[in-house]
Nanobody
Framework: QVQLVESGGGLVQPGGSLRLSCAAS????????MRWYRQAPGKERELVAS???????NYGDSVKGRFTISRANAKNTVDLQMNSLKPEDTAVYYC???????????WGQGTQVTVSS
């Protein structure tokens, strides 16, 4: 079993920055993909960014150039640096781990990010 715990959400003004962190624990296969998703009220969950265990990254169009995903394999952590935040970035952000061996997905409990003046 794998557990994911997110931290770092909060309230920030437009144009500000926040850094989200996610720590994974448990039986983690070394080859995996870690992702950040978000879900705003009344909207579907959308992919924000992903990073493979090899370091390849991918970003949603709405966050390209503003958000940066990174990971520390030795610590099983993934971070999301969010800059130039906009009100439309307001959502609950979820950490996800995809075990490549089993194709099983694991989810964190989510952390609220609110961008408002």
């Amino acid at each position: 079993q794998v557990q994911l715990v997110e931290s770092g959400g909060g309230l920030v003004q437009p144009g500000g920055s926040l850094r989200l962190s996610c720590a994974a624990s448990g039986s983690i296969f070394s080859i995996n993909v870690m992702r950040w998703y978000r879900q705003a009220p009344g909207k579907e969950r959308e992919l924000v960014a992903s990073i493979t265990s090899g370091g390849s990254t991918n970003y949603g169009d709405s966050v390209k150039g503003r958000f940066t995903i990174s990971r520390a394999n030795a610590k099983n952590t993934v971070d999301l640096q969010m800059n130039s935040l906009k009100p439309e970035d307001t959502a609950v952000y979820y950490c996800n781990l995809r075990d490549v061996l089993t194709s099983r997905d694991y989810w964190g409990q989510g952390t609220q990010v609110t961008v408002s003046s």
